[in-house]
């Protein structure tokens, strides 16, 4: 009802009447349970990527209140690490009824905030709503281990304990999946959270947060500060935050990698992509393209597991002109107008960011088969958008294939065989997720073997696990031991305490010291 009602004003929830400027929204800090206002001097505007329109401001927290929101985790960690599993259960599974009740509400906030479409913006929801899902599994996630009778009289066995207060810091492209990977993981295991959400767009973070309230979290088990620079040096050196979860660019994930580490953090970071399909001559063309179309456009390219490089390999060359005519059909239009397909990019930097890479392409010798550069959306002409873009004769050594571009850009590279293809993508230094289409079995399992990426799809183009498994990208897109959601998103926040426990029959009493090593 809140959320309906802070709707029907048009106001993101946690996003009260400004004093800083006479229209615009401000977004709140979320402290020991109270959605307060900010006394920073410094602002960020968030923006509709549809318009530039300026819809909201999101403070750069001070130092206090980045040190109240600390200290509420810590003192709120006691007590909670100490609340009954079951209890904690119960709060996630009403979280996860809340989510569904407000699925739509937050994809509307995501779609307005980010600029991916409605129905895209209701995926990246759902998303994370499963990984809540899988939180209420918390009283089998969190099993240790006992060994009876080691010796005589003696077992021994583990708990899997929280670690203290955690944290977590999330990027743009998915505002409410990628939290939803971090907090609710955290918390179930006992830990208290401080999250700080993308300053781009931070409205679905503090709906989540407002829902998690409501569920019955209690005051000060999640607190959200919100910055940038200053608030991530915060988070990677302040001593009683014992766990960074991080994902974002490979700039800010390297540094954060490194700080976290030094200060003693355990710190898991996922980070940039270069995605490759490899498309096999015995694949189901009508098939292959469709998914290969939409895996490297949808969400305009701003997935970290777009397959935004296609690998063509023998006479799957020849399919180049249909993969245009499909990229073609695809519409472009701001994220809530019916029948879009994808919407703009984050920022007007983006856009030239990703307009550069193009051109770079072309001046090292690609062929442009279609240039969305000069796209114009009626109605949205101040829009960041960028239509679908094919480069196709590319060679590795070309800067639009050895950075990631992250907007709606299919670079095409050509290989003669499987081994060749495989090579390349081993190359790359990236590897988070990769597909191949075939329809020979053996094929496949070749390339499941041999390729070094940590996510693989078979004839799926977009293989983001569920969460009973893990996100597992690897190489040059993670950072740490332990990836992100299902067994290891258990053990990356917990530690492991082992028992052994002697109860002798009382005429087994010791007569004399031990002092030999037990064996
Ligand atoms: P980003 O790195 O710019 O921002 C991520 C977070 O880090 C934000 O909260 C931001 O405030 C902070 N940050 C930004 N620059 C920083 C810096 N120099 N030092 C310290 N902190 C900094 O990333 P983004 O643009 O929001 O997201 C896009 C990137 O995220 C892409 O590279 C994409 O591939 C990657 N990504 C990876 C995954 C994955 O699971 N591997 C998932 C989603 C996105």
């Known amino acids: 009802a809140i959320i309906r009602s802070v709707w029907r004003n048009k106001v993101p929830l946690g996003v009260g009447r400004m004093y800083f400027s006479s229209s615009v929204p401000t977004t709140k800090l979320f402290i020991d349970g109270k959605f307060i206002e900010s006394k920073s001097s410094e602002w960020i505007g968030i923006h509709n990527p549809a318009t530039n329109e300026v819809i909201g401001q999101v403070p750069k927290a001070t130092q206090e209140e980045m040190l109240a929101a600390v200290n509420s985790c810590t003192k709120a960690f006691h007590s909670w690490s100490a609340t009954s599993v079951l209890t904690r259960q119960q709060i996630f599974l009403r979280y996860q009824q809340l989510i569904k009740d407000n699925l739509k509400e937050i994809a509307k906030l995501i779609t307005l905030e980010q600029g991916k479409t409605l129905a895209d913006a209701e995926g990246d929801v759902f998303r994370g709503l499963q990984v809540v899902e899988h939180t209420c599994g918390?009283?089998?996630?969190?099993?240790?281990?006992?060994?009876?009778?080691?010796?005589?009289?003696?077992?021994?066995?583990?708990?899997?304990?929280?670690?203290?207060?955690?944290?977590?810091?999330?990027?743009?492209?998915?505002?409410?999946?990628?939290?939803?990977?971090?907090?609710?993981?955290?918390?179930?295991?006992?830990?208290?959270?401080?999250?700080?959400?993308?300053?781009?767009?931070?409205?679905?973070?503090?709906?989540?947060a407002k829902l998690l309230q409501d569920a019955g979290a209690p005051d000060g088990t999640l607190n959200i500060i919100h910055g940038q620079h200053d608030a991530v040096n915060f988070i990677c050196d302040h001593p009683a935050i014992?766990?960074?979860?991080?994902?974002?660019?490979?700039?800010?994930?390297?540094?954060?990698?490194?700080?976290?580490?030094?200060?003693?953090?355990?710190?898991?970071?996922?980070?940039?992509?270069?995605?490759?399909g490899v498309v096999m001559p015995d694949a189901n063309k009508e098939n292959t393209l469709n998914q290969l179309v939409g895996a490297a456009f949808g969400a305009a390219g701003q997935r970290c597991m777009a397959l935004s490089t296609a690998i063509l390999v023998g006479e799957a060359r020849a399919w180049l002109p249909e993969l245009v005519e499909k990229s073609k059909k695809l519409r472009v239009n701001a994220g809530d107008q019916p029948g879009a397909d994808l919407g703009p990019l984050i920022s007007p930097q983006a856009r030239t960011r990703v307009c550069e890479l193009i051109q770079s392409g072309v001046d090292e010798g690609a062929s442009l088969l279609l240039d969305g550069r000069n796209v114009q959306i009626k109605g949205y002409e101040r829009g960041n958008f960028v239509g679908p873009t094919i480069l196709a004769n590319v060679k590795p050594s070309m800067k639009c294939y050895t950075e990631e571009i992250f907007g709606p850009v299919l670079v095409v590279l050509e290989a003669e065989s499987l081994d060749e293809a495989i090579e390349m993508v081993n190359r790359n230094p990236y590897g988070n997720g990769t597909a191949i289409f075939t329809t020979n079995?053996?094929?496949?399992?070749?390339?499941?073997?041999?390729?070094?990426?940590?996510?693989?799809?078979?004839?799926?183009?977009?293989?983001?696990?569920?969460?009973?498994?893990?996100?597992?990208?690897?190489?040059?897109?993670?950072?740490?031991?332990?990836?992100?959601?299902?067994?290891?998103?258990?053990?990356?926040?917990?530690?492991?305490?082992?028992?052994?426990?002697?109860?002798?029959?009382?005429?087994?009493?010791?007569?004399s010291p031990a002092v030999v090593m037990p064996t």
């Open 242 to 276: 014992k766990a960074i979860s991080f994902v974002g660019s490979n700039q800010a994930g390297e540094y954060i990698y490194e700080r976290g580490s030094k200060n003693g953090k355990r710190v898991q970071s996922n980070m940039g992509a270069k995605n490759h």
């Open 441 to 511: 079995g053996a094929t496949a399992r070749k390339y499941t073997h041999e390729v070094d990426v940590g996510q693989v799809g078979v004839n799926v183009p977009i293989p983001v696990p569920l969460p009973m498994f893990s996100f597992t990208g690897s190489r040059g897109s993670f950072r740490g031991d332990t990836n992100f959601y299902g067994k290891q998103g258990i053990q990356f926040y917990t530690q492991i305490k082992t028992v052994t426990s002697q109860w002798k029959e009382e005429d087994a009493t010791l007569k």
């Open 138 to 208: 918390i009283t089998s996630l969190m099993l240790g281990e006992t060994l009876p009778s080691i010796t005589k009289d003696m077992d021994t066995f583990t708990f899997r304990m929280p670690l203290g207060v955690c944290a977590g810091i999330a990027p743009f492209n998915f505002p409410a999946m990628i939290p939803l990977w971090m907090f609710p993981m955290g918390m179930v295991c006992g830990n208290t959270y401080l999250m700080k959400p993308s300053e781009r767009v931070p409205g679905a973070t503090m709906l989540l």
